[in-house]
């Protein structure tokens, strides 16, 4: 099955300073990559998405960058701000040729972000 | 709209009691899942369900059983629980042709 490595475990950076998270993937065959935040106790929540018909995808302050040949995809925090602070997850799963999802999301560890004003 | 909601919120077990958690979902979504949530492993698929009255199991469902008898309710049980299931629970559900979950809130289980 699919394996997603991700680092690093805690990050910690100064308010208005670039953030930049890091997962690795083992099945070639995946094709979806979702970022979710989770504040401490609440839920998490989807932040962005990339499939892998893109290399890079951007919204506001931050952005997905994909490269399937190493398996690797990454997000990019810009101008960070105090609530950014959270944990972030990345995870990977395959849609199938027409762009419904199989549906099953593997997870990340999950990554400490700290911003400090 | 609710979304998605779980219950109970808290819970605190002996070592060898029972329980069911509950999930439901108003948005008409085929697809629930169950993760569970441990400190530095991310969350790990425990089972899930493609459609009313399909289970499959995911990563981790030693020790755990789910029934889908209805479309818009995933239920998981634990029939002995052991320390090894303190976790935060996470119930979520998606739409065949979403790119993402809609996740509950949350269970945070004890089991002491």
């Known amino acids: 099955g699919e394996n997603v490595e991700q680092h690093p475990s805690t990050l910690s950076v100064q308010e208005g300073d670039s953030a930049v998270i890091k997962c690795t993937y083992s099945?070639?065959?995946?094709?979806?990559f979702p970022w979710y935040k989770q504040e401490l106790g609440k839920r998490p929540q989807l932040i962005i998405d990339i499939r892998s018909n893109v290399g890079e995808k951007k919204d506001q302050r931050i952005a997905v960058t994909l490269n399937k040949t190493a398996k690797h995809f990454s997000l990019h925090i810009t101008e960070t701000q105090p609530e950014d602070s959270a944990v972030y997850f990345c995870a990977a799963s395959l849609l199938n040729a027409g762009g419904t999802s199989y549906g099953k999301l593997t997870f990340g560890q999950g990554t400490i972000l700290t911003v400090h004003p | 709209n609710a979304g998605v909601t779980q219950t109970p919120k808290f819970r605190v077990l002996k070592t060898g009691q029972s329980m069911t958690l509950l999930c439901a979902q108003d948005m008409n979504h085929e697809y629930m899942y169950w993760y569970r949530q441990d400190p530095g492993m991310g969350l790990r698929l425990i089972h899930y369900?493609?459609?009313?009255?399909?289970?499959a199991k995911g990563e981790v469902p030693d020790g755990y059983n789910v029934s889908r008898l209805k479309k818009q309710n995933f239920l998981l049980g634990l029939e002995s629980a052991a320390p090894s299931q303190t976790s935060v629970y996470f119930c979520a559900s998606s739409l065949i042709g979403s790119y993402g979950y809609t996740f509950g809130s949350g269970t945070r289980l004890t089991v002491v």
């Open positions: 369900s493609v459609g009313e009255g399909t289970t």
């Open positions: 099945d070639s065959a995946s094709n979806y």
